[in-house]
């Protein structure tokens, strides 16, 4: 990232840290979390196939991490979400 932006890691580390209050892996594992729960919400691929689109090279690894993140593992949460979203829809439907 640092050479990417065309500065020093040190400099990386120092600014991620003052505008985002983490570590620069730590931004990045949390925007490739924030990317998968997205698609666990909006679309029907497998969860290994969203650990591998999202950078993750283990989808185990990557089952680790969310379930950390979300206290839930990958496919609860896409279960949770889904059953949420249908009493939204259904409660929603009954104002109209």
Do not use: W
């Not at 666990?40 to 991490?65: D, Q, W």
Request: aromatic share 10%; with cysteine.
């Amino acid at each position: 990232l640092a050479l990417h932006a065309g500065i020093s890691e040190s400099t990386l580390r120092r600014q991620v840290k003052k505008y985002f209050s983490c570590s620069p892996m730590s931004l990045v594992n949390n925007m490739r979390l924030e990317q998968a729960a997205m698609l666990l919400k909006n679309s029907h691929m497998a969860v290994k196939e969203i650990a591998i689109a999202c950078g993750f090279r283990s989808p185990l690894y990557f089952g680790t991490v969310f379930k950390a993140a979300f206290g839930m593992p990958p496919g609860e949460y896409r279960r949770e979400i889904s059953t949420l979203t249908k009493v939204q829809v259904k409660y929603l439907k009954k104002d109209i």
